[in-house]
């Protein structure tokens, strides 16, 4: 049967069964990834686990492409006249469906990579050891990171540092700024004089200022008054 002749039915077909065939997959192929373990000792385990390394490999690829299959499923599918309500929450639920797979996949191959270099790291195994399926050698990035985590440990040790310096300048300017204050005070409080003065001072600029005041509101009202008038 040629591609295009596939109906909405068959094609919903097809999609259950590859979700059912994706399903499985990955519940055997969380296992396999749940099921690494480290490996210390002789030289006979500097290389370990490789049947279920490759295994996991190729496992990973056959999920992947039934993923992209159901992908295609579901956009042929989404391409079909939409006939109704049920038709629509089944698209959406196909979606659902592909998402959630496609998270569990991702999320077990994660978790698997991050098993795999822990054992690395504790197994302390060679450079080749150490170098990925796409040639990166681990081994230098594990060292970079660890230089990028020093870098930032150092560079919040100094931000503190200048921080409780700061502090400490704050605190003993308002010592100072206190120690000023009460010499001021005790300077009034030694010549009355003074402080007579300044009480007079105030009393004067609050006296002109009043005068002003009176002084604006009769020119005011005198402006007013002949300009109406």
């Known amino acids: 049967m040629a591609a295009t002749a596939l109906s909405y039915d068959d094609l919903r077909k097809q999609a ?121 050698n681990r081994r230098d990035q594990y060292l970079k990171e660890s230089t990028h985590l020093h870098n930032s440990d150092r560079l919040i040790n100094d931000q503190i540092a200048i921080a409780m310096e700061t502090r400490d300048n704050l605190t003993s300017q308002r010592q100072t700024f206190k120690k000023l204050q009460t010499r001021f005070n005790d300077i009034i409080n030694r010549f009355p004089v003074i402080n007579s003065l300044v009480q007079r001072i105030n009393l004067r600029k609050r006296r002109d200022s009043i005068i002003v005041g009176l002084v604006v509101s009769a020119c005011t009202i005198l402006i007013l008054f002949y300009t109406f008038h």
């Open 16 to 136: 259950r069964h590859l979700e059912n065939d994706v399903d499985l997959k990955l519940v055997a192929f969380s296992k396999l990834g749940a099921g690494l373990k480290t490996h210390h000792g002789s030289a006979a385990d500097k290389v370990p686990l490789l049947s279920d390394e490759d295994t996991f490999e190729t496992m990973a690829l056959e999920i992947e492409d039934l993923l992209s299959k159901l992908t295609q499923l579901n956009e042929r599918m989404s391409e079909q006249p939409v006939s109704g309500a049920a038709m629509l929450h089944t698209l959406h639920r196909h979606r659902d469906i592909l998402a959630d797979l496609s998270r569990d996949f991702r999320k077990t191959s994660s978790q698997h990579e991050q098993k795999r270099a822990r054992e690395d790291l504790l197994r302390g195994g060679s450079s080749h050891d150490f170098r990925g399926a796409d040639g990166v």
